[in-house]
């Protein structure tokens, strides 16, 4: 009992190791990943009380209450839904027993301790989520352009000098046309699967 709870202090006891993709399957996270929509586990860090799935379309969190409770809750948070940043990679000193990988998701916070023979596994998912991170950024600056343009569109047609009729047909195609642009717009700049992401940065 002491020996856990200076553990704990020195916060020892719930250092997380990276699993293998051999052993995906042995894991909980697994049971909880999409394979019937093809999702897949890129990475995956396991500590005594959580589980940090990585996959091409969400991160999955299975959040143990402790190490010794079989209690568990999931959390699922989709790129399309949840931005990454402010992501960040803090090595280990010399007395250091592990290595921490920061993230932001959204508004949750994620801290994770890793074992610091692993170092060099935990930079390939600092690349990926960083890359990640930025491309949702940038994906999110076209798409406030795109509908600034459309915005601004309107507005010069709402203030022109038309009569009636044609200012509500010309309304009307404008909308049906600032729909199917944005819907493309869209499709173009709203990524949902970042598989490529992890298959360029991952190696396992």
């Known amino acids: 009992m002491f020996k856990k709870i200076a553990a704990d202090a020195l916060g020892l006891s719930d250092i997380g190791t990276i699993i293998s993709p051999a052993d995906y399957d042995k894991t909980d996270a697994d049971d909880y990943v ?6 897949k586990i890129y990475f995956l860090i ?3 009380a959580d589980e940090y799935c990585f996959t091409n379309l969400a991160i999955i969190h299975v959040d143990g209450e402790s190490a010794v409770s079989s209690k568990r809750t999931l959390k699922r948070y989709p790129y399309s839904q949840y931005k990454i ?3 960040l990679l803090e090595t280990a000193g ?3 027993m592990d290595v921490e990988i920061k993230f932001m998701v959204g508004n949750e916070k994620f801290d994770i301790d890793v ?4 170092i060099e596994q935990l930079k390939d998912l600092y690349k990926s989520l960083l890359r990640i991170a930025e491309i949702t950024h940038e994906n999110s600056i076209h798409m406030d352009m ?3 343009s459309l915005d ?8 022109s000098r038309t009569d009636d009729q044609n200012l509500s047909d010309t309304y009307k195609n404008l909308t049906d046309f ?6 493309s717009v869209r499709e173009q700049y709203h990524e949902k699967d970042f598989g490529s992401v992890y298959e360029k940065y991952i190696n396992n």
């Open 34 to 39: 999409m394979h019937e929509d093809d999702e």
């Open 85 to 87: 940043s402010h992501v």
């Open 115 to 118: 074992r610091k023979d692993q």
């Open 146 to 148: 795109a509908a600034q």
């Open 152 to 159: 601004k569109a309107v507005s010069i047609l709402q203030n």
């Open 46 to 48: 396991k500590t005594k």
């Open 178 to 183: 600032g729909f199917t642009w944005m819907t």
């Open 94 to 96: 010399k007395i250091d």
